[in-house]
């Protein structure tokens, strides 16, 4: 009895932490912060209990209150696991965590698939008058000149599966304790990621359609957008992977931060593989290209 009774003593709850209360408000105050954003931008008001919320300072202020919690919770999480909290449960929960994350991103992006499949296939449709008129009944819109797929869009595929393989390189650098290849293979990765985001900052500066008052540039700029924003995250994501494993912060039986990273990033580039084949070559089939 006593032993059972000391055994029971052994676990106590832990004090409730201030990120995810955090988190909640950063995100609502991005949220109506954005749309007071966009209302600025476009010249409008935006109301809310009487106050003119049309500012850039309300999304910025969520904004850096989501990236404070960031950085805090991470830092305890990675605390917790080099304190050896992390059990063989709470890694498993982790994991799955990861996993159930990258789930809810899949559905995200096929939200905007959707968007775009819906509007390109049925761009004839004979009960949706409205946008038969828009489209002139065929896909790409009457108009439109298109990107090459075969010039910069096909340059960031190759740069995307290069640093894949690149990432699969650290981990298995990782797994047999070289950490000259873990730090290479990571620096790399990274690199490649920046450039990404270099050449898709270029591709939309050049691009011969906008955002605006275009079914086709409204779908091509969400999809391909926020996929931008997920390289974004993933590459400051696997940079402090890179930072912490060049200060020695993995080993190979405890790094679930990198392998969540590694996880991260090939979803990534396997949404980018959806939306070349799908956006740059079939949406764009048949119609002019802009030079």
């Given amino acids: 009895m006593a032993e059972a009774h000391q055994k029971n003593h052994d676990y106590h709850i832990i004090d409730p932490s201030p990120w995810p209360l955090l988190a909640s408000i950063g995100a609502f105050v991005m949220a109506f912060g954005g749309v007071g954003y966009m209302r600025y931008l476009k010249g409008s008001e935006f109301h809310i209990f009487g106050m003119n919320l049309a500012t850039p300072w309300v999304f ?51 939200a905007w698939f959707w968007a775009f499949f819906d509007a390109s296939l049925y761009a004839n449709e004979a009960i949706q008058a409205s946008r038969t008129q828009v489209l002139g009944g065929q896909w ?34 990782l797994l047999h304790n070289d950490r000259k290849g873990l730090v290479t293979g990571l620096s790399l990765t990274v690199a490649l990621g920046v450039l990404f985001s270099f050449v898709q900052a270029y591709e939309y500066a ?55 990273a590694a996880w991260y990033w090939h979803f990534v580039d396997v949404v980018w593989l959806f939306l070349f084949f799908s956006i740059y070559i079939w949406g764009g089939w048949g119609a002019p290209l802009a030079h």
Avoid: Q
């Fill in 140 to 173: 790409p819109p009457k108009g439109i000149e298109v990107l090459d797929p075969w010039h910069l869009p096909l340059y960031n595929t190759i740069i995307l599966l290069l640093s894949g393989t690149c990432v699969t390189w650290a981990h298995h650098a």
């Fill in 60 to 110: 910025f202020i969520g904004l850096a209150i989501v990236i404070y919690v960031m950085i805090g919770w991470w830092s305890d999480t990675i605390k917790e696991g080099n304190a050896g909290a992390h059990t063989r449960v709470v890694s498993l929960h982790l994991r799955y965590g990861m996993i159930m994350f990258i789930a809810s991103e899949v559905m995200f992006f096929v």
């Fill in 206 to 260: 050049h691009a011969p359609f906008e955002f605006a008052n275009s079914i086709y540039g409204a779908t091509f700029f969400m999809a391909t957008g926020f996929h931008g924003f997920h390289v974004l995250v993933g590459t400051i994501f696997l940079l402090v992977c890179l930072i912490r494993a060049m200060n020695g912060g993995f080993t190979s039986e405890k790094h679930f931060g990198f392998e969540a």
